[in-house]
């Protein structure tokens, strides 16, 4: 039985199949279902878990080395908002494009999760090193 880290075996199995290039996406509650590719579904409640609780989770084991988000995230939230995803992302270089350029990358991600984050366009892309 795990006592540490990532609990989740879903998400734990995901990560291990993550290789050099690689995507993943955390995604907010209302982000499109993919059916092409793997998605593991932790929403539970408004806001639990968020986007930036998970990949702070993932982040000591997974070696993020690029980051995508939608460019709309910029013009809906809020400077403060920003401002925290930008520490959540310090070190990673972070890439703002348009959301229906963003959802192009989509598909080539090992897989999603799914968070119950309701910040607008607070999906991320990370692609492993």
């Known amino acids: 039985m795990l006592n540490t880290g990532i609990l989740n075996?879903?998400?734990l199995s995901l990560l291990a199949r993550v290789?050099?290039?690689?995507?993943l996406v955390i995604a907010d509650r209302g982000f499109p279902f993919w059916p092409q590719i793997e998605t593991v579904d932790i929403s539970l409640v408004d806001?639990?878990?968020t986007v930036l609780e998970v990949l702070a989770?993932?982040?000591?084991?997974?070696?993020?080395?690029?980051a995508y988000m939608a460019r709309e995230f910029k013009q809906n939230n809020t400077v403060a908002t920003q401002a925290k995803f930008a520490r959540a992302f310090t070190g990673v270089p972070?890439?703002?494009e348009p959301h229906v350029d963003f959802k192009k990358r989509v598909p080539h991600a090992i897989g999603l999760i799914r968070t119950g984050d309701t910040v607008q366009y607070a999906n991320t892309?990370?692609?492993s090193g």
């Open 9 to 11: 075996p879903y998400i």
């Open 19 to 23: 290789r050099h290039t690689n995507a």
């Open 47 to 49: 806001d639990v878990p």
């Open 57 to 66: 989770a993932i982040r000591s084991n997974f070696n993020v080395t690029q």
């Open 94 to 96: 972070l890439e703002f």
């Open 125 to 127: 892309i990370l692609i």
